[in-house]
DNA sequence: TACTTTCGTGTAATCGATTACATAATTATT
DNA sequence: AATAATTATGTAATCGATTACACGAAAGTA
C-alpha cells in the first residue's frame, strides 16, 4: 500500500548513511551545500516525511499539549479552547481535548492519561476545587510537565494561571445596577465552593458598600447556572416584604430564567426591574430583550494561557516563575438593564 | 527531578531482562506466574507508567485522532466534538482539533499536519467543497488512514459520511410552514455550492411542489449564516407586489435577523409571517419569540462518526467497506410559526 | 536412562530519528 | 611538501517498548 518513507530510505538511494541525510534535513552547518541540496531535493522527490513519533521518543517532547475542560459544548470553553489552538497551532503544537463532566474522578484520570500520552504541557480549568486529590497534580509537577489554570484555577505552589478578575466583574455589574437607579439588588451566586463564583459575590457585595447600599444575606440565592434556578430564585424573592427591583446573576441562564420568570408575572423589564448577568453567552445579545452580560473574553484568556505556556517552556528563560495573569472583565449594557439610555 | 522508570529499571532491580518484563506487563501466557507478579508488583511500586510514545513508534499506532473542523466555537461543531470525545475516550484514543477557519489552504495544512504526526484517523467536516486540492485527501488514503466525513462531506470513493438527512429536513421544515396556513413560503438558502444547503433548498421546493404550492425562484434568496443577512433578505422580500408570508432559512442566524426585520416593521409573528430556522442553535428556544428549528443532533453525529471509524479499525473486519450513515433530522416547533397550538 | 516436549527466559533486532565521537577528506599554513 | 587545521561524513549508541528466534531447564514419554 504505502511505503513509509525513511531517512534510511533516502540514504540508500544516495549511498550515504541516516546521520548525513538527517542532518542535511535539519540544516545542520556541518554539511556541505551540494550534498544538502541533493538530500533535500531526493527528499522531495521520495515524498518524504519526517516521522514526528520517532522524533518524539528521542526527544521525549510530543509537541502535543492537552486541554482539560469541564465539557467542550459550551461557549465560554469552546472559545477558551479556540484562542489556545490559534496561539499554538503556528507554534507546532497539536491540542488535545478531554472533558472531566465535572467529575473529579475524571479529571484525575486526564491528567494520568495526559501524562502518560507524553504531553509537553497541560491547560486545564479545574472542576475539583477541593484539595483531596491533589496527587494527580502533584504527580504532573513531579514530572516536570508544565501546567497552566484558566478561568477556573487552584492554588499549587509554583502554577501559573490565567483568570479574569471576577471580583470586578461583579463589582462592575453591581454598580451599573445602582446607577440605573435600582435601590434593592438581590443576587444569584453559583456554587460558592468555586472561587469565580465567590469573588463575583464579593465584587457585589463591595458594590453595595461602598455606595451606601446595605447589604443583606437573604437577597443572595445560591443557585445552580440554569434558567429553572433563575426561576425559583424569583419565585423567593418576590415573597419577600420588600422584594428587590434588581438581580445580578453569576449565570447568564439563571438571568435568562430570572427574566423569564418576571415578565410572567407582568414585571415590566428595565422599567420596574433591572436584570445583569455574567459569561456574555450569545444568546444574551440576540434576545428581543437583549441581556446585560459580563464579558470574559474567552478567546483572549485562551491565548494569554496559551502564551503563558510557550513562555514556560521557552528554553532561554532558565527561571520559571509562577504567574498569575488577571484578565479585566467587560460590561456588556444591554436592554435588560438600560433605564437611562432606553 | 522526575526519574523516567522504564521497563530496563524493573528489570535490572529484579536481576531479569526487559523482554521478560514486558512481556509480564502484557499478560503474555508464557510467563511464570510468579514472575508476573513479582514484576507487576515491582512496576507498581517503583510507579512504572509505559512510554506511549515507545509504545507509538514500535506499533506504528498513536492512539490520537485528528478531528478538523471550519471553527470550534461553534455550538454545532463543538457539540460534535463532544459526541467524537465520549466515544473515543473509552476506547483509548485522544482527540486533536484542528481548525481551518474554512480555508482550504489550512485544510490541506491540517490534513498534512495530521499525518505526519502519525494519527490513526481522521474525522473532518470539509471546509473546501472544489474537487481541486485533493491531493491531501488521496495522500490521506494512500498513507491507509481510516478518514470519516461528518455532515459536511466529499465524495471520494472508499470514504466513510456521517450526515444528516437535510433535504428532509428543509421538507420537513417547508411542510410544517404549510400545515399552519402560510401561502408564499421564501427560502434564505446558504452557499449552494455546499451540499447540506443545496440539499435544505431542494427540501423545501419538493415540499412546495408535493403540496401543490408554485414554486418560484425569486422567493429563494441567498444568504449568508448571519443576521444582517436575514434583515437585508426581508428587506428585498417585502418590496414584491406579492410578498412571502414565511421564510424557512437555512440558518438559525438568518432567521434570526429576518424576525428582527419583520418585528421592526410590525409584522406579527406568527400571525402574519411564519418563519423557521435550521441547526437549532441555543438561543432559538430561549428566545422570548422562541423560533422553529430543524436540529441535527450533533452529539450523535460526533458519535455516530467515531463509531464508524472505530468499525475502520476493526481488525475482525478484514473488508473495509465505505459506509454512509444519515440521520434523520428533527423538526422542533416552537412560537415562530405555532399559528395552531399557541 | 535417553529422548522428546513444553515452558520460561534471554538475546538481539526493530520502529525512525538524532547526535557524540571517530575518521576520512579537504584546505590552510609554514 | 609536510603538517596542522578544518570540514564533511560515517559509526554506533540512544530514546523505550515489543517480539521473532534461540536456548537452557524442567517435565513427560518410552
Redesign the interface.
Known sequence: ??EKITIYDIAKKLNITAATVSRALNNNPKIKESTRELVLKTAASMNY??????L??KSGR???IGVIVP?????FF??V??GI??EL?PNGY??????THEDPKRENENLY?L????VDGILMSVSDVSNENDEAFHNVL???VPLVFFDRSKHIEGVSSVTINDFKGGYMATKHLIDEGCRCIAHLSGDQSLEIFKNRFLGYKQALLDNGMTFNEKYVIQSKSSLEAGKEAVDILLGYDIPPDAIFSSSDFAA?GAI?EL?ERNISIPKEFCVGGFSN???TK????SITSVDQSP?EMGKMAARVFLEQVDKTQTIKIEKKVVLTPELHIRKSSSRTTS
Chains 1, 2 share one sequence.
Request: proline letters at 2%.
Open positions: 500500500m504505502s516525511k519526517q516521522n514526528k513519533l520517532a518524539a521518543l510530543s509537541n502535543n465539557r467542550i459544548d459550551s461557549n469552546a472559545s479552547i479556540r489552538e490559534e497551532h497539536q491540542v488535545i481535548i478531554c472533558q492519561t501524562i502518560d500520552a507524553q513531579k514530572k516536570n435568562l423569564q415578565r453567552e450569545p444568546f440576540f434576545m428581543e430583550l478567546l
